[in-house]
């Protein structure tokens, strides 16, 4: 009897690719909703314009197009590289403009929250190798998401260590 569970479980792996790619896409949309949050609170406040474009807008309509596109990916098993790539973006697009809201949010509208300022910091960086993964590591995974053969892997070693310490 235990032969029979132990091999049931081995072809039914839990959680299954659906819950994560879907729990994933959930967790960055719900980032989106409390950075939305937080712009709001900001604008209501009146807070001062930016200097430069606003970027929230660009950050929001990233961050929830590619979130609902691999947790798609990733709940049906179609794109195997692609799908987890697409997630990693929406999840550094989301984040840059959470943190970037809360430090609005602490320096110009309350006048002080803990780490306000490091939120900046980290609202500088967070969407660099989201995007740079869409030009490095994507093209290595087009058309059915997997590599062309064992040859491209020294090639796509590349990319991650090239998305890794970039910046």
Known sequence: MTALVSRAARHRPWPSRAVIGVGSGAAVLGICAGGCALVAANVAAGAPAED???FWP??????VSYAVVGAWLVARRTAGLLGPVF???ALSLAAALTTR????????VVDGLPGDRWA?????????????????????????GALASGRWRPALAVSVVAVTVAR
Do not use: E
């Open 52 to 54: 430069g474009p606003v």
């Open 58 to 63: 660009i950050l929001l309509v990233g961050a």
């Open 87 to 89: 997630l990693g973006v």
């Open 101 to 108: 809201a809360y430090g609005v949010h602490g320096l110009q």
């Open 120 to 144: 900046f910091w980290v609202a500088a960086w967070v969407w660099v190798p989201g995007l740079l993964s869409l030009l490095t590591v994507v093209p290595h995974g087009v058309p059915d």
